[in-house]
């Protein structure tokens, strides 16, 4: 059974969920950085996907990094999927842009995370989930 691992609950707010994937918004203001997490059990490596999930989670990747390239204006979308640390599969999508505070380097470890000002977590939230509510996922 597909639980969330609980430090992706702690420093995370849910944004909504694809078919494959949990939608998850970092609570780090310093980047628009989203992760997916695919709802399935016990899976720590892409591989360790079928190749229908495999492709699935391509596709909803794909579909994440375009709307917040789109949504964000950004000079580049960084996208990585580490699990050092939490080891339950999950996948970052993080947009750069030459003035962020990381750039051009990794945003892991190059500043501490920002919280998000008072409102302004619940602003973001309610700006993404309109962005993938009105948005329409097709995968062929």
Known sequence: MFELDYRLKNDCVRIGSLPLCTILLMKDANYPWL????????VSEIYQLDADDQEQLIWESSFVAERLMAEFDGDKMNIGALGNVVPQLHIHHVVRTRTDPAWPKPVWGAVPARAYAAGALEQRVAQLAAVFETSTFKHA
């Open 35 to 42: 992760i997916l997490v695919p709802q399935r059990a016990d």
